[in-house]
């Protein structure tokens, strides 16, 4: 008699997606979830270590064009006021066409085993605002930018020039002062993660997950423009020839939808099958969501969309019942408040890295 055979089921792990084992994808199946858990979230760093910091020692500093300079820590930042909200971020990498999976420093095959995706998650923050930091130091009206110096530094992931550069961003001083960036320490009602930032990272509401600097150590308050590394080298894409402005950076997260169900292997079966997934649009609400089962040839309204919470994403589902087996081409497009769709090919072709991609995904399927 053959002995019984079991199947273990395997955990869903984080997957890695760069040679560095500096950038980690979600599975397709956390993006199955409205909130990632922090085990399964996305990680993208520029370096391969972490910031180890100690919490007991930790100051946040803040000066430049402020009345005072100010130092807090952890103890004296929690005892201001808390807001907590859900928030979708994404990765300015995330989905890459095919063609630039190898130029973005992506491995080809996980890539094309995660469709693209995956460098994006929705998670609830906790934290404070930055205004109610800024105000504790008197902001000066000569003030234009607010500049944030995280803990991470080393040579530069891509080329190694330069040698040493800290990670820094900055914001203009109306979306610092906007209520809804906050100085986050808690990621889904648990400290936030050391990969994530800890003890304390900056979270800029609807804009592209770079933004977002970690390990904050330093706010420095400008009275002009700031032109680091991170703003000016990286980050950035080329427009097309002619174009006046001759670069493109980005901000605000681009309307954008992906299925998330099916995930990539599964087998749909032929009597019926519920699809589902997420679209978003950084600073502006999803109006509506649409499907295709036909390779793009027709569209129609997806069945269900369930309203988000604050920042997330929108969740949907549509029910479909294939007219066979055989292999299908799935495409989902999203269009916000403004009147803005995905669009149906990669919105800027002059861009050697892929950043910014909000193009319509086609997502084959096996039905059987």
């Not at 995280?150 to 203009?172: F, I, K, M, T």
């Amino acid at each position: 008699m053959a002995a019984q055979q079991t199947r273990t089921k395997v955990k869903p792990q984080l997957i890695p997606t760069n040679v560095g084992l500096r950038t980690f994808a979600a599975p397709p199946q956390a993006l199955q979830e409205n909130i990632v858990p922090n085990d399964l979230y996305y990680v993208r760093n520029h370096w391969t270590d972490s910031p180890d910091i100690d919490v007991a020692t930790y100051r946040l500093t803040v000066d430049g064009e402020v009345e005072r300079t100010i130092s807090l820590s952890m103890d004296e930042i929690k005892k201001l006021p808390q807001k907590r909200f859900q928030v979708t971020f994404e990765c300015c990498g995330n989905s890459p066409v095919p063609e630039y999976y190898t130029k973005s420093l992506r491995i080809s095959s996980v890539m094309e085993q995660i469709k693209g995706h995956g460098i994006m998650g929705n998670a609830e923050w906790a934290g404070v605002s930055l205004a109610d930091v800024l105000e504790l130091a008197g902001v000066k009206s000569s003030a234009v930018e607010v500049m944030f110096e995280g803990a991470d530094h080393g040579p530069d992931e891509v080329v190694g020039d330069p040698a040493e550069v800290r990670y820094e961003r900055s914001l203009p001083i109306a979306k610092a002062n906007h209520q809804d960036t906050l100085l986050v320490y808690e990621m889904n009602s648990e400290p936030l993660p050391q990969a994530h930032g800890f003890p304390l990272r900056l979270l800029v509401s609807g804009w592209y997950g770079m933004n977002s600097v970690k390990w904050l150590t330093g706010i420095h308050v400008l009275d002009h423009e700031f032109k680091g590394f991170y703003m000016t080298e990286r980050y950035m894409t080329q427009n097309e020839p002619g174009n006046p402005v001759p670069y493109r950076y980005y901000t605000k997260l681009r309307v954008k939808s992906i299925i998330t169900s099916p995930v990539p292997g599964e087998i749909v079966p032929v009597d019926g099958y519920t699809l589902a997934g997420a679209a978003w649009s950084g600073e502006e609400e999803i109006s509506k969501i649409e499907i295709s089962t036909d390779g793009g040839a027709t569209w129609g309204p997806v069945d269900v969309v369930i309203p988000p919470s604050a920042y997330s994403w929108t969740r949907w589902e549509h029910n479909w019942k294939p007219k066979g087996p055989g292999r299908y081409t799935l495409m989902s497009r999203a269009t916000n408040s403004k009147g803005e769709t995905q669009p149906m090919e990669f919105p800027n072709k002059w861009d050697g890295r892929g950043y910014g991609n909000n193009m319509v995904f086609p997502y084959e399927v096996e039905v059987g």
